[in-house]
């Protein structure tokens, strides 16, 4: 048995047993997304500093606070417990006291999104499903089929027309079934949702489906444990839908209540300038839900996000804030970032650190503060994406003359 008491809607605040309901049946799919609510004392009778000392170097490690019986939950994996990197030449870039990187781009399939994905998997094979789907502008996508494939279940993936190649061959290749559709990632969602219910798929959809959030949870988990005493004054990630900012966050709050940790970091939710409707909502409280808008950072281009709730209340309990950073300040991100840690972070993840560099500068970050950014996605996801943002090579005929000029050009322009 799982150590989950109930799970309580975020908009109504009724709890439902575990295995009762996907959404609140109140409040209906769109507005009625649960969130699972753990035996936070028992938990804590087996989780500690020590006992986390001999467990599985994945984010399995954690197996207390996740939402699986304990058949379903592996004793090893190749998911998680990814480097956090100090980074002091990015921190003086942005401007702050001290930077770590969490360098989710190492992950299996390159991102972030297999934290949830692999606990969505193991959620599959434990109600017995043996396919699954979800829609996705990518790394959700590329991630199911990686678990997927790596379990034995197939995988039905919805993606909308503006997927990066990188993405979509991993899809491929890991064995997906995809249906590249030809509207908005709204509508591919939507159809999504209809084809699991008539074809019998386990839904992977994050927003909907509470089991993800607690596999993203896991990376706040990690950085909790992985900081112990030296807690961070922030956490700076990226929001899309919402559910990672907000997975993290509780991962927090859980390792402060089964007192591994005695802090409790401000989080940092960076949108794009140009798709900002959860920062929108942090100042208006409701959700427009005419969102347009268009945005470089394809896996935070998410013009009606599902879990707004969850995004706003994550940040607003923790005392942080949201910031805005345009595309120009994201392929600069991409760049220094690349140069300065040695961490390629694809488009989204790269934000994070745009969002530190634009806080500071907005007085919302302190120059004295550290700095914990989620590195969500690996660079090499999308090529195309980052030749934009980091310039082109010298084309020189097999010359050292050449090769010389266009050194001594370049320590002028350094001096
Ligand atoms: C999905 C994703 C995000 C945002 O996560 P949400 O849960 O959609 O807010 C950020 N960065 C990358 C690389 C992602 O794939």
Known sequence: MSLISELVCVQCGSGYAE????????????EGILDIRFDLERAGETLNRASLGGRTASHWRYRELLPLDEGYCPTDGSIGWTPLIETPRLAAAVGVRRLWLKDDGRNASGSFKDRASSVGVAHAQQLGYSSIACASTGNAASSLAHCAAAAGLSANIFVSRIIPDGKLAQLLAYGARVFKIEGSYAEAYDLCTKACVELGWYNRNCA???????????????????????????????VGDGCSIAGVYKGFVEMKAVGIINWQP???????????????????????????????????????????????????????????????????????????????AEPAAAAAVAGVASAVVDGVIDSDASVVAMITGNGLKDIRGAIKAV???????????RVIKIVEADSKGES
């Open 19 to 30: 295995g009762a309901h996907m959404t609140c049946p109140t409040c209906g799919p769109d």
């Open 208 to 238: 909907i489906n509470p089991y993800l959030v607690e596999g993203k949870k896991t990376g706040g988990l990690e950085v909790a444990e992985q900081l112990q005493d030296d807690g961070p004054d922030w956490v700076s990630g990226s």
């Open 266 to 344: 401000r989080m940092l939710g960076v949108q794009s300038a140009d798709v900002a409707p959860i920062a929108e909502a942090m100042r208006t409280g409701s959700l427009d839900r005419s969102g347009s808008g268009d945005t470089y950072a394809d896996s935070i281009n998410v013009p009606v996000p599902r879990n707004w709730r969850k995004a706003v209340k994550a940040v607003g309990d923790s005392g942080g804030a949201y910031v805005c950073v345009t595309d120009e300040q994201i392929m600069r991100a991409v760049r220094e970032t690349g140069r300065l840690s040695g961490v390629f």
């Open 391 to 401: 310039g082109a090579p010298h084309v020189i005929a097999p010359d050292l003359q």
